[in-house]
Structures are given as structure tokens and as C-alpha cells.
């Protein structure tokens, strides 16, 4: 289980209108990276099933997937500079930052919205020596495309997201940063199956289901 997980929102200037009318807020850029936090405890596996909480569908709550390029540290860092903040980074994988939008609308924080059990989907890979500035991310639904974009296209690049956290905090060995989601992601439902590929890592695949 990795220590903390960073995630980076609006991090894709193709995702600002989607997380805009969903969660409100304005639809500019972020000036400087924009992290929320996750819970370990919500992370699984590949394969694991992602279960929609009960309340969330007594409550008819929207959940989204979003794929994302997803940082697993390898070494203690604090004021990493751009030039030197990929010498902590161990490899990248895959995440899938599952998002209960009602809830990340409604709610102070994005408590539950974020980190619901089972809502941080992260592998199945961790792979070394890739450039995480030019790599393909796809998020999948059954077998269609619903996101799929360059991270060349992220508006803070993986160097900047490291410099701007550890001037802050102490990333250690096993945490994790997920970078940002690009595009339009898509509800996921019971029944449903979703990916997230990362060119050079693998696909991670998780089944959803409803809690009982
Ligand atoms: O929920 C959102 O739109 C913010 C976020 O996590 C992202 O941009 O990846
Ligand atoms: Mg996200």
C-alpha cells in the first residue's frame, strides 16, 4: 500500500470544461499544480472490482472513471529542483482516479468522492526508464475509447508536479502522484469493465460492480 497518493487536478487543458460543469469552479488553467489527496485504503489492483458504494447508488450519484499516468517514488525527496526531480521517481503505471461526482460537487471535500474504497485502481506494472513527458494514455469502457491523450499534453509536466510537492512536503519511497485526466471521462456502472493503458507499462483492467 503506498504512504500517500497525490493526485493533480485539471492537469489537461482538454478536461477543464468536463471537471467545470461537473464540479463547478472556473475553467482556466491552473497557474501552478493543483494537488488533492487519496487514501491508500482506497487503492486495489489490477482485476479487483471497483464497487460503487450503496449510498452512492441509492442517491443516484454520477461515477466517472479517469485515466491517468500515474508516479510511483523510489527515493525521499524534499525541493526537488525540474532538473533533478525524475532521479526520485522509481517508474510509472497506471491509475484510474474514480470520482463520485455529486458527491465531489456537494460535498467540503472530495473525502468520499475520491477515495470511496476501491476507488484508486493503480498497475499493473510499475516500469523504469520510461520518459513520462511522451507516453500514449488511453481510458477504456468495454472496449471503447472514451479518453486517450499524449502526456505531452499535460499543463504541469511530471518535473513540475515534483518541484512544486516536495517544495512543500517529503515525497518517500512508495507514495504515489497521479498526474491528471485528459478529455471527457465516462460514467461506469455496474457490469461495466475499464481500462487505463499507458504505452510502455500495460493495461490496467478493473470490473465494477455495486455494493450489496
Ligand atoms: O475530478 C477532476 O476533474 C479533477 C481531477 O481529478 C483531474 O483533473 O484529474
Ligand atoms: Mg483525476
Known amino acids: 500500500m503506498p504512504g500517500k497518493i497525490i493526485a493533480i487536478g485539471r492537469n489537461y487543458v482538454s478536461h477543464l470544461a468536463h471537471s ?10 491552473p497557474k501552478v499544480p493543483e494537488p488533492f489527496f487519496k487514501t491508500p485504503s482506497s487503492v486495489v489492483g489490477p482485476n479487483d472490482p471497483i464497487v460503487i458504494p450503496r449510498e452512492a447508488i441509492e442517491e443516484g450519484v454520477l461515477v466517472e472513471e ?5 508516479l510511483v517514488i523510489g527515493k525521499q525527496c524534499r525541493r526537488a529542483t525540474q532538473e533533478n526531480a525524475l532521479d526520485f521517481v522509481l517508474g510509472v503505471t497506471c491509475g484510474n482516479d ?8 456537494g460535498d467540503l471535500s472530495w473525502w ?6 476501491t476507488f484508486s485502481p493503480i498497475g499493473p506494472y510499475i516500469v523504469t526508464g ?4 511522451n507516453l500514449l494514455l488511453t481510458g477504456r469502457i468495454n472496449g471503447e475509447v472514451i479518453q486517450q491523450s499524449g502526456t505531452d499534453d499535460l499543463a504541469h509536466n511530471c518535473r513540475r508536479i515534483i518541484e512544486f510537492v516536495s517544495s512543500v ?3 518517500e519511497p512508495g507514495d504515489v502522484i497521479m498526474t491528471g485526466t485528459p478529455g471527457e471521462p465516462g460514467e461506469i456502472k455496474r457490469g461495466d469493465v475499464v481500462e ?3 504505452e510502455g507499462v ?3 483492467s478493473n470490473p465494477v460492480i455495486a455494493e450489496e
Not at 479517469?66 to 500515474?70: F, G, V
Open 20 to 29: 467545470a460543469s461537473l464540479v463547478g469552479g472556473d475553467i482556466e488553467l
Open 66 to 70: 479517469e485515466a491517468e499516468l500515474t
Open 98 to 105: 474514480v470520482s463520485a461526482r455529486n458527491w465531489q460537487r
Open 112 to 117: 468520499r468522492a475520491k477515495s470511496s474504497d
Open 130 to 133: 520510461l520518459d513520462p513527458d
Open 169 to 171: 512536503l517529503t515525497l
Open 196 to 198: 487505463v493503458e499507458l
Open 202 to 204: 500495460g493495461v490496467l
